[in-house]
């Protein structure tokens, strides 16, 4: 039976580093619909014609929302359209470039 202090740890098998290198991805960036759907829950909330009834003209809330799905909206079209080029297009069988 193992008892506590006779745990192997998984660094005492010798396991080279090599086969396990760390990588690094880019850190994802906020879209800005991400930001106008969070300013729509703080607004929605915070209730802000009660703090402020001139701003029940405005509904800050409802504008928050409405500019988040416009953001969301284009977002999605542009990245349809932003799509890579596959690797081999432009590539005959012969391998010669049909441009």
Do not use: C
């Not at 080279?16 to 994802?28: G, I, S, T």
């Amino acid at each position: 039976m193992n008892r506590v202090g006779e745990i192997v740890a998984p660094a005492a098998f010798g396991t080279p580093r090599a086969l396990f290198k760390e990588q690094v991805a880019a850190a994802p960036t906020a879209l800005p619909s991400y930001w106008l759907l969070l300013g729509f829950l703080v607004l929605l909330y915070a209730n802000t014609p009660f703090l402020v009834p001139a701003a029940e003209v405005l509904r800050p809330a409802k504008v928050a929302i409405a500019t988040a799905l416009l953001a969301f909206t284009f977002e999605m079209i542009d990245r349809a359209h932003a799509r890579p080029e596959p690797r081999n297009a432009g590539v005959s069988l012969r391998g010669e470039r049909g441009d």
